[in-house]
C-alpha cells in the first residue's frame, strides 16, 4: 500500500490546480527522487532534472517555460519544516504535471528478486508507460520483492531499480533494453562497472545481485526462487554502500 504525502496535478499552460491524476499509461515522461531530511533534500536533484529534460525532448514535450515551471512546482510543493524519508515523483504530459510525494519503503531483509519475461516500452526512457509493471509489482509486497525483467534471454533491470551483479572483485550491470538511472551512474564514477549483456541463464555464476535506484539505494538480492539462486556473500555490498549515504549526496 503507497502512503502519499501529497498528490497534486496543475494544468501546464496556467498552473491551474486540477483532481489529482497520476498519468500513468498516458504518452508522457516522469522521474522519481528521493527526497530527505529537514529542509527536504533532493538527492541528484541535477541528474535526475538533466534527465526528465532529455525526455521531455524526446516526447516533443519540452518548451523552455516547463523547465521553470518544474523547478517552482517542486520548491512549492515541499514543506521546509516536514522531516522527510520520501520519494518525490514528477510526471508530465503535454498538458498537465502531476507531483506526488509518498513515503519511502525501506527494503527488509531477505529481499527477494522474481522474475518475469517482459521489456518496458521504449526503455531508454523513464516515460509513462507503467501500467504492466504496476500490475506486477501490486501483486507483492515491494518492501520485500521486487521483479526483474528479462528478454530474449537476457536480464535487462527490474520493474523499479537497476541491478548490479557481483563476481571476481568485479561488478557488471546490463548494458541494453534498460534505462541506465541516476544512482548508477553516480555509482559508476566511483567504482568501476562493466555495462554488458548478461544472460538469465548465467546468473547463477554470480555471488550478489543487488538493486541499485533512488528508492532502494543499494539493495543486496538474498534469493531468486525460480532458479534456486542464494547470494553468496555481502562482500561486494559493503564495498559500495558506503558511496550511496545519501544525506552527503
Known sequence: MVNFLLKKSYQINNLKILKFKDLWGSFGVFTTIRLIGKPGKLILFQSHFNGLIKSLRKYKIYNKKLEKVVRHLINLNINKNFNYDHLLRVALTK??????????????????????NYKRIDPLTKNLYYKKILKELNKYDPSKIDIALINKGKILETCTSNILLFKDNEYFSPKNNCYIGNTIKYLKGKIKISFKDIYYKDLKK????????????????????????KSKSNFGYKKINKYLNFKSL
Open 206 to 229: 554470480f555471488e550478489e545481485i543487488m538493486l541499485i535506484g533512488s528508492g532502494k539505494g543499494v539493495t543486496p538480492v538474498k534469493y531468486i526462487k525460480e532458479m534456486n539462486w
Open 95 to 116: 498538458k498537465d504535471i502531476s507531483i506526488s510525494i509518498r513515503k519511502r519503503l525501506k527494503p527488509k531483509k531477505n529481499f527477494e528478486l522474481k522474475i518475469i
